[in-house]
């Protein structure tokens, strides 16, 4: 009986508690590395949102200076540049999923700032 008992294979418990603590660390180390890619990646996501919004403005405001009989949408009543990511949607300018709400300022030339609502 005692051969067979020092014969048989297996994990002391210092192993598995060795692995366990092993695991841990790695876990540790893990976790807030990938909350920080998650973070860059929706930053990321925000960023080009509003490059593609600014950029649709650009592209209804230079439509708007050769056509404004069918692009007075753009143009507030004084003649100054006034639309929303709502009129860009609306005019097919923009294709989203979800509205993104924000505002649009225009700025010197066709140079186009967006702020998103949540700021």
């Given at each position: 009986?005692?051969k067979r008992?020092?014969?048989?294979?297996?994990f002391t418990?210092?192993?598995?508690?060795?692995?366990?603590?092993?695991?841990?660390?790695?876990?540790?180390?893990?976790?807030?590395?990938?909350?920080?890619?998650?973070?860059?990646?929706?930053?990321?996501?925000?960023?080009?949102?509003?490059?593609?919004?600014?950029?649709?403005?650009?592209?209804?405001?230079?439509?708007?200076?050769?056509?404004?009989?069918?692009?007075?949408w753009v143009?507030?009543?004084?003649?100054?540049?006034?639309?929303?990511?709502?009129?860009?949607?609306?005019?097919?300018?923009?294709?989203?999923?979800?509205?993104?709400?924000?505002?649009?300022?225009?700025?010197?030339?066709?140079?186009?700032?967006?702020?998103?609502?949540?700021?």
């Amino acid at each position: 009986m005692l051969k067979r008992l020092r014969s048989e294979k297996g994990f002391t418990l210092v192993e598995v508690l060795a692995v366990v603590v092993i695991l841990g660390i790695i876990v540790a180390i893990a976790v807030p590395a990938i909350g920080n890619v998650v973070s860059q990646a929706e930053e990321g996501a925000s960023e080009a949102e509003a490059e593609l919004i600014e950029n649709a403005a650009k592209q209804a405001y230079i439509a708007a200076q050769s056509d404004k009989d069918n692009h007075e949408w753009v143009f507030a009543d004084d003649g100054s540049i006034d639309f929303t990511v709502d009129d860009l949607i609306e005019y097919n300018y923009l294709d989203v999923d979800e509205n993104p709400g924000g505002t649009i300022m225009h700025e010197q030339g066709s140079n186009f700032t967006y702020t998103p609502a949540s700021e």
